[in-house]
């Protein structure tokens, strides 16, 4: 069984895009080729070449919220607001 811990990895800051891509094609995605255990950068526009024709893409087009909150050595991710007083949150560490 994974822990939380199996899923912790350093994501350098200047390798986040700070806006999108222009042309949003142009934008990159990886591909882990299995049998080969080998991953490469691809461009957006030939995601066609990697799915069967008979697959279904769901598009997933959610906009980050800026919620956290950073205490000393804890933060917290607002997720999604509930009601007035409750939200859902993640909590690191």
């Known amino acids: 069984m994974h822990t939380l811990q199996d899923y912790d990895y350093v994501l350098p800051s200047e390798l986040i895009a700070q806006n999108p891509a222009d042309p949003p ?13 080998v991953v490469q950068d691809q461009l957006f526009s030939d995601i066609s070449t990697h799915i069967d024709p008979d697959t279904l893409m769901i598009c997933n087009n959610t906009k980050v919220v800026k919620a956290r909150i950073a205490f000393d050595k804890k933060e917290i991710f607002f997720l999604r607001k509930i009601d007035t007083y409750t939200f859902e949150a ?3 560490p």
């Open 25 to 37: 094609e142009s934008c990159k995605f990886l591909v882990y080729t299995k049998n080969l255990h």
């Open 90 to 92: 993640l909590v690191y």
